[in-house]
């Protein structure tokens, strides 16, 4: 079982920058993809972007790529999101997601990239935007 705790929402201004913190209980090191998704008031949850703890695969979606960056720390346990030049679209509930990825490493990742794909979910934090 994985525990999200997911903090460093806020509001900033157009062009900003924001950092989003999502701690976990229970080890994910080495065998988890850790996913960032978000949901805009009336739509869907999308993708952002996703990474293999195990090293050497992120991804991202293509709203995102250029200025968001998904990193962890697996000593502490923890994934972030690190969000760069922010527009209002970029306004949401932020949520980190766990996948137990096994023997299919990375590869497991490249194939998660819809909610359904995650079992173990954080609460969500709040990212507006103003313009």
């Known amino acids: 079982q994985v525990h999200l705790v997911e903090s460093g929402g806020g509001s900033v201004q157009a062009g900003g920058s924001l950092g989003l913190s999502c701690a976990a209980s229970?080890?994910?090191?080495?065998?988890?993809?850790m996913g960032w998704f978000r949901q805009a008031p009336g739509k869907e949850r999308e993708f952002v972007a996703n990474i293999y703890t195990g090293g050497f695969y992120s991804y991202y979606a293509d709203s995102v790529k250029g200025r968001f960056t998904i990193s962890q720390d697996n000593a502490k346990n923890t994934l972030y999101l690190q969000m760069n030049s922010l527009k209002p679209e970029d306004t949401a509930v932020y949520y980190c997601a766990a996948l137990f990825a096994g023997v299919l490493g990375g590869r497991r990742c490249e194939n998660a990239l819809g909610s359904k794909d995650y079992p173990y979910w954080g609460q969500g934090t709040q990212v507006t935007v103003s313009s």
């Open positions: 229970g080890s994910t090191a080495n065998r988890f993809c």
